[in-house]
């Protein structure tokens, strides 16, 4: 089995630690990252997800506003899963 890929925001740091200490690999979140992502973690979302109405990825995007890194890395595991 292949390692799940997820994007990141740059200032997202912690959260891309727990994600790589679960066994992700994790890349920085940009437009190509948005083809080959099995899940995206931001640091807040609005309507308009980075500016976009039609959504360029088929991955689920993790808004990590509020939570701890264990809780992102407890959303990636069951929507990554979800998505494979």
Avoid: C, K, W
Wanted: hydrophobic share 50%; no cysteine.
């Amino acid at each position: 089995m292949s390692q799940a890929i997820v994007a990141v925001e740059p200032p997202l740091s912690p959260f891309a630690r727990a994600l790589e200490d679960a066994g992700y690999r994790v890349i920085a979140l940009d437009e190509e990252a948005l083809s080959v992502a099995d899940a995206i973690v931001v640091q807040g979302m609005d309507n308009h997800f980075l500016g976009m109405e039609d959504p360029l990825t088929r991955a689920p995007v993790i808004n990590a506003d509020g939570r701890t890194p264990a809780e992102v890395v407890g959303e990636v595991n069951r929507r990554a899963l979800i998505q494979a």
